[in-house]
């Protein structure tokens, strides 16, 4: 598996050293979309803001994202309307025309290069066409300017299509760089290469603070924000409910052809298309093949079947990166963006966007930001019904095998205390051979290997770890325990 398109140009955030000993408004972890754009907004207000980053600055979903800025999300309001009910539809949809209303000024106010298109989804089949008629009515009861299609100018096949007009595409790598900028300019400091492993809230009501404790050294804040896709050191319901899933995307130089949009199919395997203009030229992105972390072998497969995709319906594309990327699908089907519930209030999680993070994070940074300085929230994800959970959960470790499912369930309660410790034995980047423990320092869960990606993947909650055993992303916060070194 290759590097991801965007990473062509890089960020170089200004060096912050880790602030030891330090007390500050607020410790933001995590260096992606959510994280920046909170601490921004926090800053603005005054507060003082240190954000901590495991990697560096978009080393996760944020820099490996198709970069679709969207209120059209596939069939996703139609979903969440099925679920929670139409209010619950509404003020998803309005929290993210918040994001995209939120892109559009950030846009023009930093210069970005972001590009408006329609988006589109559409569907291959009767059964898909049906599903997507449901998608069509929502948007019209929501009041949102939605168009029909029988058909499409396309090259590949489509049986309907709806279309939401004047969406958003940008570059995510040239976008973060502008949060770099726009935070350091109001006294945000980043500290890269800088893990958190520790969050312990301390005193009560006015007199509570956070120690936060990293591999870099110790400092205190009155609020933590965990913005790190899904909550890191949690071993709770939160992480729990949350479905890791990889997925996968292609980019390709071709010579045209495609008709400006960003498009997205509704039946499985997705398949996922927008274009990038770059210079004169356009790059042409197929994406799709999600599957949830740890569970599916011939992971190599996924790019194959992209750049057939590719072949057949664009003669001519050329093959230039493959890469994947991974979110995580609330059981509610609502991102979050609130207290975690040992905290005492003071620790805070932003994420589960199930793929559309980029118009979810600055609604949820929005939101925590409201909060934290007392005030109730412009918008906000809607409320879940119980009902609909029940319905969501069934799903939640359906494509794990049965044993794991049940073993995951009970891990949502308690950490398993398991009696054998597999090893498991793979080759580095450099060619080093290592030797790692296969259980994951989280919750215990058996290690599956990704050949693709050559990591050592979770499939309960979606930690990742290299060949010899470093933590590449996921609630975990330590690396596999290794046995090849004295």
């Known amino acids: 598996m290759g590097t991801s398109f965007w ?38 207000r005054g507060s003082s803001v240190v954000v901590l980053e495991a990697h560096t600055v978009g080393a996760g979903a944020s820099g490996a994202t198709t970069a679709k800025v969207s209120v059209l999300q596939g069939t996703r309001l139609s979903t969440i309307r099925s679920h929670h009910g139409l209010d619950t539809a509404r003020a998803y949809a309005e ?10 000024d950030f846009s023009e106010s930093h210069d970005l290069d972001a590009q408006r298109r329609r988006a589109v989804t559409f569907s291959r089949s009767k059964k898909g066409t049906a599903t997507l008629r449901k998608e069509q009515q929502t948007l019209s009861d929501l009041g949102l300017p939605a168009r029909w299609h029988d058909t499409l100018d396309v090259p590949f096949p489509v049986q309907a299509a709806v279309e939401l007009p004047d969406q958003m595409q940008i570059d995510p790598v040239q976008a973060l760089a502008a949060l770099v900028r726009a935070t350091a300019a109001l006294g945000v ?82 398949r996922s298309l927008r274009t990038v203009p770059v210079g004169d030229r356009e790059v042409l992105f197929v994406g799709g093949n999600g599957h949830r972390t740890g569970t599916v072998g011939g992971t190599e497969s996924k790019i194959d ?34 207290p975690m519930p040992w905290g005492r209030g003071r620790v805070h999680f932003a994420g589960g966007y199930s793929k559309w993070g980029l118009t979810g994070a600055p609604a949820a940074a929005g939101i925590m930001v409201d909060r934290l300085a007392g005030r109730e929230p412009r918008v906000s994800f809607g409320k ?57 320092p989280h919750m215990g869960a058996a290690l599956s290997w990704n050949e693709a990606e050559r990591s050592w993947d979770c499939p309960w909650h979606g930690s990742r770890f290299s060949a010899c055993g470093e933590l590449l992303e996921g609630p975990a916060t330590s690396d596999l325990k290794r046995y090849d070194k004295n």
Request: charged fraction near 20%; proline fraction near 8%; hydrophobic fraction near 40%.
């Open 305 to 338: 079947s992209l750049r057939e995709y590719a072949a057949k319906y664009f003669p001519g594309a050329e093959f230039t990166h493959g890469w994947s990327a991974q979110d995580f699908h609330p059981v509610t089907l609502l991102p979050k963006s609130g």
């Open 189 to 270: 400091r980043i500290v890269e290469h800088s893990r958190v492993t520790g969050l312990k809230a301390q005193g009560s009501g006015d007199d509570a603070l956070v120690v936060v404790t990293s591999d870099a050294g110790i400092l205190t804040a009155r609020d933590a924000v965990l913005a790190t896709a899904s909550p890191a050191l949690d071993r709770g319901p939160t992480v729990a409910s949350m479905e890791p899933e990889r997925s996968y995307l292609c980019a390709f130089e071709f010579p045209g052809g495609l008709a400006e949009g960003m498009y997205g199919s509704v039946e499985s395997p997705v």
């Open 95 to 104: 929290a993210n025309q918040y994001g995209l209303d939120w892109w559009a």
């Open 7 to 44: 990473r062509r140009t890089t960020i170089d955030p200004p060096v912050a050293e880790f602030p030891e000993g330090e007390h500050v408004d607020l410790v933001v972890v995590g260096a992606g979309f959510t994280g920046l754009i909170t601490a921004l907004m926090a800053a603005a």
């Open 384 to 440: 879940p019904t119980v009902a609909g959970m029940l319905r969501t959960s069934v799903s939640l470790y359906s494509d794990l095998p049965v044993q794991l499912a049940a073993s995951a369930v009970k891990a949502a309660v308690r950490p398993p205390r398991p009696s054998i410790k597999p090893i498991g034995e793979a080759t580095g980047d450099d060619g080093e051979t290592c030797r790692v423990g296969l259980l994951c």
